[in-house]
């Protein structure tokens, strides 16, 4: 199918043929039928992109503070090439369109196959959507039409913030896509409308077409007082994009006494504090569509908020958008300026950049052949054969994670032939795949799962899916390689452990992505107390840095939390020090009535290792992270060893003190991916044993639970047997 994404690089637009997603739990699979594309965003859009990096890191300050930090902690070389990769990436175009549903997920109850909907897809022929950003278009709105019904919802979010009146007087500057909707709104919800546009023809549509009282490009703020009988307008709402303050400061001067600002657009905010503090006006910016805009909990996750506490969601702005085009109180046709196929969307784009100005609403259109049902979820990057005597493998996700660290890595060893990648999307796999050299892109993991061809399986998909994909593989006879965490649930680590001892025939290799064992720092490390045989004691920090309770990582369900998905790190670096699995676990987090919603990132942990040995790992969101990231402090036997960030070592002994420092940090991704493939190659045992595997993720998930009951917790014997 045809997909229109964006190069952050250079502003590049092209137009791809990706695989057709699958439908997703909480998701709508669509075939678009129409989408718009909005010249002034999408122009926007793509000249940030044009800028040079220094021009980026003008517009996009808090980035260019995580790459500062990032390079405090990782190294400068290692930064760069992440960031180089990240500039590579394909970024979806479009956020309005109109089609058919196809699918729909587990969970979706009130949408059904073949229902018309308006969603906020991109510019694509099939789009999984989630299903709060859907909503259902009645029999009488086409869907071209309705293709309009997000950015629709933007203006009316405006309107909403507005507090306006039946019989109120608006002024409405910048008359672009979402301007001339927010006029005809204001004229059907019976508002006296004004408008300012310095494009001549954009105010001659508003005042013909849209339902503006009078438009011109040279309207003033006495011209305004003029009309209000000197009172002023009772609310302004700005819908221009430029960088020049003149906006703020003509609504300033127009509004009246106790009178309302709203921001829907992006301009200059050197805001004048005497024309607000005379007049107290109020001054609010709009979030895009309404409540629920970038609330994950909403939109992806599908947790609706009551209408009795939240009475207009995005969703629900969006249908009302939708019935006011039933009733014939919104007609959006005089907004559009022509139609384009998606195939031809090129030379769409190109137009914009010439003269964006002229145009308003461009609909790109899709062909039949999307809405006839047809799964083409596989696509061939190549036309090579693959190379002989390499183990194909095949990859399950292509996020950050993957892209920037673990494929890369993958894709360096000559053992392997990287032959399927698959990710939800399409997008991801494709510009991945064919940048490190896959046959084939998939939006279907069955199609890795299921390829009697692929001998290895790497997972790197979100937490909750690891467990479930794992069974698949071992049952289909493939060695994994999966991130950790290996599971969320004791049940899901039994039911692998239960597949592992049950497999006929030769057992596959199954190993967890526990990097930091594998790194020159660790080993060293390792090799210094090789000779000691008395029980040791590990100190392990981590300065984890908080990341905001919304984030996936955070949802119980999905990510497990931060003790499952990243203090299972430090477990599993104990374990390797300690040379003994784990058997004993407790954990302590803050609380009182000042801490924060999110506790369990701030916690310590201590385990009890079989041979003796004792680890208190102390997981740290609550700190800052200008500070080194990682410290770790092994001691035994009259010998002392330090880990700081990866980068240096410290060895005591005997009274000495030795120090290794590296201008990098190394955490040892790269080494754990040799070891997996020379074990396949060599037909050896997993560079982790199976006891360690499963214990060490018992202790994280018990870990948690310890915190929530206040009670140590004994890891049974059978989990600490091979």
């Given amino acids: 199918m045809y997909k229109i994404t964006q190069n952050i690089r250079n502003g590049a637009i092209s137009v791809d043929t990706v695989p057709q997603p699958l439908v997703q739990a909480g998701h709508l699979l669509i075939a678009n039928v129409a989408s718009v594309i909005s010249p002034g965003t999408e122009k926007a859009l793509m000249e940030l992109s044009q800028k040079s990096l220094i021009g980026k890191a003008r517009q996009r300050p808090d980035q260019v503070r995580r790459v500062l930090e990032k390079i405090r902690n990782e190294g400068l070389f290692q930064t760069l090439a ?12 479009g956020y309005s369109s109109a089609g058919i549903v196809l699918a729909v997920g587990a969970g979706v109850q009130n949408f059904r196959p073949g229902d018309r909907v308006a969603s906020n897809g991109p510019h694509a022929g099939v789009v999984c959507v989630p299903k709060n950003l859907c909503a259902m278009v009645p029999e009488k709105v086409p869907l071209d039409h309705a293709a309009f019904a997000v950015l629709g919802a933007i203006a009316l979010q405006s309107i909403r913030l507005s507090e306006i009146k039946l019989g109120e007087t608006v002024l409405v500057i910048g008359l672009g896509l979402i301007g001339q909707i927010t006029v005809a709104l204001l004229n059907a919800a019976g508002a006296r409308v004004l408008a300012v546009d310095l494009d001549r023809t954009k105010c001659e549509l508003a005042s013909t077409k849209m339902g503006a009282e009078e438009a011109r490009p040279d309207f003033k703020a006495n011209d305004i007082l003029d009309r209000t009988s000197g009172f002023g307008v009772d609310a302004v709402i700005i819908s221009a994009s430029t960088k ?19 921001l829907t657009g992006v301009v200059g905010l050197e805001l004048d504090r005497r024309p607000f503090y005379f007049k107290e006006a109020e001054f609010v910016v709009s979030c895009s569509y309404g409540p629920g805009r970038y609330d994950p909990f909403y939109e992806t996750y599908g947790q ?13 702005n969006i249908q009302a958008v939708l019935d006011l085009m039933a009733a014939g109180r919104l007609d959006v046709s005089p907004l559009i300026s022509r139609r384009v196929p998606i195939e031809n969307a090129l030379e769409a784009y190109n137009s914009i950049r010439a003269e964006s100005k002229s145009q308003l609403g461009i609909l790109l259109t899709y062909p039949e052949a999307a809405r006839c049902g047809q799964n083409n979820h596989t696509q061939a990057l190549t036309t090579q054969s693959p190379p002989l005597g390499k183990i194909p493998i095949g990859c399950l996700g292509a996020g950050n994670f993957a892209r920037l660290v673990l494929l890369p890595c993958i894709c360096r060893i000559g053992d392997f032939h990287p032959k399927t990648l698959c990710s939800a999307g399409g997008t991801s796999a494709v510009h991945s795949g064919k940048k490190l050299g896959f046959d084939y892109a998939t939006t279907d993991e069955n199609t890795v799962l299921h390829d009697e061809e692929i001998q290895a399986v790497f997972i790197a998909t979100q937490h909750d899916r690891h467990a479930r994909q794992v069974l698949k593989a071992i049952e289909a006879g493939k060695d994994v390689f999966v991130e950790k965490p290996l599971a969320l649930s004791i049940e899901d680590i039994i039911a692998i452990d239960d597949a592992i001892e049950n497999c006929p025939g030769v057992k596959p290799l199954l190993m967890v992505g526990f990097n930091r064992r594998f790194s020159p720092a660790a080993l060293a490390v390792r090799e210094f107390f090789s000779r000691i045989a008395q029980p040791k004691t590990i100190c392990i920090r ?37 040379e003994s699995p784990p058997c004993r676990v407790y954990a302590e987090s803050i609380g009182g009535t000042n801490a924060p919603r999110i506790t369990e990132d701030q916690c310590l942990i201590t385990v009890k290792h079989v041979n003796g040995s004792v680890s208190s790992i102390a997981y740290l969101a609550g700190g800052d992270k200008a500070f080194p990231k990682e410290r770790v402090e092994v001691f035994g036997g009259g010998q002392i060893a330090v880990i700081d960030d990866f980068r240096e070592i410290i ?17 040892g991704h790269r080494q754990e991916i040799e070891s997996f493939a020379k074990a396949l190659t060599e037909g050896t045992a997993s560079p982790i044993s199976w006891e360690e595997l499963k214990t060490v993720s018992l202790a994280a998930i018990l870990a948690v639970r310890s915190v929530h009951e206040g009670i140590p917790f004994e890891i049974p014997a059978r989990f600490r047997e091979s």
């Fill in 651 to 667: 060895f005591c002994s005997n009274g000495k003190t030795k120090r290794q420092r590296s201008f990098s940090t190394d955490k």
């Fill in 82 to 93: 992440q960031v180089q990769e990240k500039l590579d990436e394909p970024m979806n175009m």
């Fill in 542 to 578: 981590f300065n984890a840095g908080p990341i905001p309770e919304s984030h996936w990582s955070q949802h119980e369900s999905i990510g497990g939390g931060r003790i499952v998905g990243e203090a299972c790190h430090a477990i599993d670096l104990a374990t390797f020090f300690a």
């Fill in 244 to 262: 020049s303050n003149d906006p703020i400061d003509l609504a300033a001067a127009a509004v009246r006494q106790k009178g309302r600002i709203v």
């Fill in 304 to 316: 609706d908020y009551p209408p009795a506490h939240v009475r207009w969601t995005e969703q629900r």
